[in-house]
């Protein structure tokens, strides 16, 4: 999970881990040892084995190898041959070492999942792997201004996305409840923008140290931070922090409700934009990744004649340091130049304006409200989770083709999908757990896998075999009806 593009059995055929095996990583690549190192890390507690790291060549025990996988594979996939002999994973980038890492991980026992030591035999089933992304972007979202969450609840989170191959982590940084991010030229926004979130808690937020320290983690497992400063809604916090953004000058209160539509920045004074350039200038200072993702959605108060004059002096600070910007598709109303990408969360398969864009040459990410959205409630009876897109079942999620879901969309104008979790209802690890699994898996399967290797049939029975790994890590997942978990 997700399902690989080809696999072939080698019946009869099996590779028993044991107490002397080691991994050998490629001579001379600092990044494939990285690799081996995560591997060996994973296994290292529930098998109780040394598992060596090893730069060097070897057809034995446990190999990763940037030479020599099928050229199918391309940039991010790899190859994995399990034999009597060893494991060997071959990607022509260190990224394809580490997603045939995940394929591997799933191979063993559940068990091997667990975070204490575990009785073996560690045996895993000979076969070979040829598999590569369908998408590009990968993504999932988490927002951290509804509700805070500390730096290692965050690690956790990348730590499961990475095993089903996701490789963007789309952080929610601000919001009426709350701003997340220390901005150094701009203290208050945390020192007064930080202190609340839904429900009336005292919030949070990470200091820059702290967010150098996440990006860092996710770029050691493969995955791109993409930070969100929503605008020109969503900013009560902000509007808290810095009167001066509020049209009358007056600071507002703040926020620990849960609607939305009712702030705005002021649209046509300077300090705004000389608060935007600090702000930007600092975030893209923190980003390695090409995206930074300016929000746009939402933005209920404010008219249509305003937000393409907010966007117009928006768009070109992005540009100014040296970022793309990302926006939910409501900021498509300013047509953005072709280098935006516009994050589509909609409820009908129907969207002119993404045909439009498209037209344009904006490409898409597709994350509609009705399957991806995480937060929605399973059923009539789920107690958290919001219902305003519906009630999104695991089949309902699942279900549908991201590259042929918009009408009249063309196939290529799809970078990718992106499951959101927003997290008015989310308070805590077993919240946020109780809402992605198993939904998340759906979704990153969807982003990975070919179009020919989906399906519900299929789906439902390797998603059954998830259980016992999620159970081996602790995870409470919803026990869907629909699926015969095993
Ligand atoms: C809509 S979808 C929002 C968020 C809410 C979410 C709750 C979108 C871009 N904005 O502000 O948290 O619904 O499901």
Excluded at 113 to 136: L, N
């Amino acid at each position: 999970m997700p399902a690989p593009v080809t696999v072939k059995p080698r019946p009869g055929t099996t590779f028993t881990l044991g107490a002397d095996t080691t991994v050998h990583t490629h001579p001379g690549s600092p990044e494939a040892r990285r690799v081996g190192e995560y591997l060996a890390g994973v296994l290292r507690p529930s098998t109780g084995y040394r598992l060596p790291v090893v730069p060097g060549a070897s057809g034995r025990d446990i190999s990763l190898v940037l030479t020599g996988a099928d050229p199918a594979v391309g940039e991010e996939g790899y190859q994995l041959d399990v034999t009597t002999r060893g494991v060997i994973i071959r990607a022509r980038t260190a990224a394809g070492l580490f997603a045939g890492v995940q394929t591997f991980r799933q191979l063993l026992p559940a068990k091997a999942e667990s975070g204490t030591k575990q009785d073996g035999p560690w045996t895993v089933p000979g076969g070979s792997v040829v598999d590569h992304p369908r998408y590009a972007h990968r993504g999932a979202m988490l927002d951290v201004a509804r509700h805070f969450f500390p730096p290692d609840e965050v690690k956790r989170y990348i730590d499961r996305i990475a095993a089903y191959k996701i490789n963007k982590l789309h952080l929610h940084l601000t919001d009426d409840q709350g701003w997340r991010l220390e901005i150094k030229s701009r203290p208050n926004l945390t020192a007064a923008g930080s202190t609340t979130q839904v429900g009336g808690g005292t919030g949070g937020f990470y200091t820059q140290d702290e967010y150098r320290d996440l990006v860092e983690y996710a770029a050691e497992r493969f995955i791109t931070v993409i930070p969100e400063i929503d605008l020109p809604g969503h900013t009560n916090a902000a509007l808290v922090a810095y009167p001066e953004l509020n049209e009358d000058g007056i600071a507002r209160e703040p926020y620990t409700g849960i609607d939305v539509g009712f702030s705005s920045v002021a649209i046509h004074k300077d300090e705004t934009y000389e608060f935007l350039d600090d702000v930007l200038r600092e975030v893209a200072a923190l980003t390695p990744g090409e995206f930074i993702h300016i929000g746009g959605d939402e933005a209920l108060k404010t008219t249509d004649e305003d937000y393409l004059a907010f966007m117009g002096r928006l768009l070109p600070l992005v540009a100014k340091y040296g970022k793309k910007a990302l926006g939910w598709h409501e900021f498509l109303k300013a047509t953005p130049d072709a280098s935006a990408v516009a994050q589509w969360w909609g409820t009908e398969p129907k969207a002119p304006e993404l045909v439009e864009a498209a037209k344009r040459g904006n490409k898409v990410i597709l994350s509609p409200a009705t399957k991806s959205y995480l937060d929605m409630k399973y059923r009539e009876d789920t107690e958290l989770g919001l219902k305003w897109a519906g009630f999104v079942e695991v089949e309902q999620s699942y279900s549908w083709d991201p590259g042929a879901f918009v009408a009249d969309l063309p196939a290529d104008a799809v970078l990718g999908v992106e499951a959101p979790l927003w997290t008015e209802t989310v308070e805590d690890r077993a919240a946020l757990e109780y809402l992605v699994y198993p939904r998340l898996a759906g979704i990153a399967e969807l982003a990975w896998s070919p179009a020919s290797a989906l399906g519900w049939d299929g789906y439902k029975e390797r998603l059954a075999a998830q259980a016992p790994r999620w159970r081996a890590q602790g995870i409470a997942f919803y026990e869907s009806p629909q699926v015969a978990w095993k």
